[in-house]
């Protein structure tokens, strides 16, 4: 498992028993987190960062660890979300592989890695454990909770069961619950892993190891994760160098094939399957409507005192933005105060990863408290 | 092989030895086809029709085999395309498993299987072989060439290779090349086939089979035939009933997820697995830019003295619409009369197989020469 984990990573001791919402518990469990810049005397300026599926805590470089972070634009001083203000925490979500208690943990009551014995995984779970490191470091009210992807879900559902601990929240490409299209996509995903006879119902190693799974699952991913606009016009048709096509049948000959390969090879062995397994379907189970008797928008109503700036990309095939522009409309029937942007960005789902130029000015004006830019920065 | 063929086939023997457009020939093979209808004495009432990947040519029932086929709503007497009137071919594509020669065919010369020493198969080899048969019934031109999906790809390679040839010309949810995405997925769905360790390089038998790899190619295909605005007014959320639920880890449970299998099941042993890659295959190296020094629009402008209606589905996320208006716009540059149609049917893809309320009047108004519908007949 270390491996997975960044350097200059930080643990906090979850409280022991740890209970899960669908059942059993976590003994003497522990939480991955990365932080930057300073706590105030007043506690008030936290900022909580809760991921997508696969990122670790390492948003961004600091001392302990001068890797570039996957949030690296975004996330420094004098950035976007500026850590000479504000005290930024970012969770490596429960039940991941970068250092948090997951399927490829050890279970400490039994010295031995938890695979499938670890319990389901929901994404109020992963919300819950965010909150409790949050209340360990000292804090009661964030600033400001920021989730991306399926870390939208999870501040979602940090709000939902922990009323009035965010000043603040920033939504980006999250969804309110999951729809049969994105199950559908996530679906396949673990069946491409389930069928891997690798796999070995989550009892593989290193040597034995589900790589043929991992690496449709990816790649199947990276398909959703981007738009076929963005690809038209970033590879066409052109094909591979002939030295590096594959001397088989039916092997890999255009660029686009290329691409996909290189995100599947820098995954398959970077990130644990069985963790996979529970994350992806930890977001298919989130459903707002459980806590407003059936009704999406009721159950976001629920959530009161944010002032929240929710963020959709029209491209995102994964996260449509029917879906942020419907936690825009719930939050704001729970009378917060609610500012939604679509940006046109090409880039798909995983416009947030790239498209700074949308991204910063929207973030940086939120967090500034200077209101917002007009809904497309670039027109 | 037997097993893929419907009742009822009758069989054209193609000219011998029968070129193929990347090299290698064929040598007695035959091509599938079924017909209905008369031809009348001038000879002038024909119409082609060529399908999508995986469609035998059994499109509608006939005396030979009452079974209803893949487009039955559409090919009868007093139906869109009027069988009283024209005398209608369908014909299995060449490498297809259902009854034309190809990769899960007999190589009369060896007298075993092709296998993977089928000639590398392109679009164009499938236009000519259609084309081949259609003069050896006897007809010089046709009234009408209609292709859907992979067939409008084999549509427009058949009017490019034979000038003049069809009076008129019906090309549904086609492309003039394959895009970066839609490539990305075929190539997704080749690659779970290949990793199967059952494909075993092409050498699988009924007893080992490759049926993993043809179960997530099925899947991922459904995913992309079908759209998410469909599946979101017709699952939901909703769950599979608790005894149809699999009792293993990651086991299926949202109703998407059991139509998915549904699916698969139907399919992994109904399609040859060698046969489907090398027709993917032909669809990602199709090119009408090779007609046009390179310009899809002037490959198209090629193409002359047809008159044709193009349709594609604004849910269409694998021959996206903007790609039937390309055809549309490079037809009308060679001075073709085009009528160009967008359907806002929720379906997908796959609508020209199930919304019928907007493809029947289309197709029945341009067949019968009466003009054409307004964009959307529903409005």
Redesign the interface.
Known sequence: MGEFVPKGTRWFDLPSPFLMKRGGCLNAAQLAYESWGSLNLARDNAVLIVTGLSPSAHAASHEANPEPGWWEAMLGPGKAIDTDRWFVICVNSLGSCRGSAGPASINPETGALYG?SFPELSIEDGARAAHALVRGLGIVQLDTLIGCSMGGMTALAYLLQFPGTARRHINICGAA?????????R??Q???I??D?LWN??EYTDERYPE?GM??AR??GV?TYR??LE??G????VRMDNELREDE??G??????SY?EGHAKRFVRAFDPNCY?YLS?SM?WF?T?EYGEGSVERGLSRIHGTQSLVIGISTD?LF?VEQQEQIAEGLALGNNKVAFLAFPSPQGHDAFLVDFDRFDPAVRRFLAGEGLPASDPLD
Do not use: M, N, T, Y
């Open positions: 499938l619950h999951a729809l049969p299209f994105s199950i559908a996509v679906s396949l673990r069946e491409a389930r069928l006879p119902e989550g043929s690496r449709i790649k199947l398909l738009s076929a690809w038209h970033r590879f066409g048709r049948p039916f890999l000959e255009f660029q686009v094939e996909l397994l379907r298919d459903d409507a095939i449509p």
